[in-house]
């Protein structure tokens, strides 16, 4: 079964700077899901990317694939507090259609 | 993009007793997911519930412990049976999204049992 690996598992930025955090996924990504999480609550979509080389923007956070390492990266620039939260990159495992999400990434935004 | 509701929001159950969540999306959409999220974890994929036939269960979870229906392509349910506090998490489903390539949830239920 595919396994996605995250990392860091947890960080502390101060606001204004920038950051990335990474997906790595033990099989070949046919797709590959950024979600945001508030603690406790639902996911937000991100961006999906599908293609080798992909990238994309939503505000101020960019997401590229690398389809060879079987990496995607996830890029949050000029950080604000708005962007604390879980982030999770998920993508199509065994289900059907369902998907495999990595352990998530606790982001803390320091004022 | 579709709206997900679902009910409850949370609740607190004994031990033993069931509890049946709903999922209202606002549209028609072909495949509705089922997913648990256990403190502290990410999200594990409890199966894929299917209109108008049976839910298709991922490896580690059973229909007698999780039933699920769909009766129409806008909603579904799901129950957790005969609950102990291991089945303590926050619930959600999710959609494929009226775009491609896109698959959206609900807001989660979380579920606590004493």
């Known amino acids: 079964s595919q396994e996605l690996e995250q990392s860091p598992q947890s960080l502390i930025v101060q606001e204004g700077k920038n950051l990335t955090i990474n997906c790595t996924s033990s099989?070949?990504?046919?797709?590959l899901y950024w979600y945001k999480q508030k603690y406790g609550e639902g996911l937000i979509f991100l961006m999906m990317l599908q293609k080798g080389g992909e990238e994309k923007s939503h505000e101020k956070i960019t997401a590229k694939l690398d389809e060879k390492k079987q990496q995607s990266s996830l890029h949050i620039t000029a950080s604000q507090p708005s962007h604390a939260g879980i982030y999770l990159c998920g993508a199509y495992g065994g289900g059907a259609d369902g998907l495999t999400f990595g352990k998530g990434t606790h982001l803390i935004i320091q004022p | 993009s579709a709206v997900i509701s679902q009910k409850p929001s949370r609740d607190i159950c004994q031990r033993g007793t069931s509890l049946t969540i709903q999922c209202q999306v606002d549209s028609q959409v072909t495949m509705m997911f089922w997913y648990r999220q256990q403190p502290g974890q990410s999200l594990t994929l409890i199966a894929t519930?299917?209109?108008?036939?049976?839910?298709?269960?991922e490896s580690g979870f059973v229909i007698d412990k999780f039933p699920i229906s769909r009766p129409n392509l806008t909603f579904s349910t799901l129950t957790v049976s005969n609950m102990s506090p291991e089945d303590s998490s926050i619930y959600l489903c999710?959609?494929?999204?009226?775009?491609?390539?896109?698959?959206?949830f609900g807001p989660g239920t979380r579920l606590t049992v004493l």
């Open positions: 999710s959609v494929d999204g009226l775009v491609a390539d896109t698959q959206y």
């Open positions: 519930a299917n209109q108008g036939s049976e839910a298709t269960y």
């Open positions: 099989k070949t990504l046919y797709g």
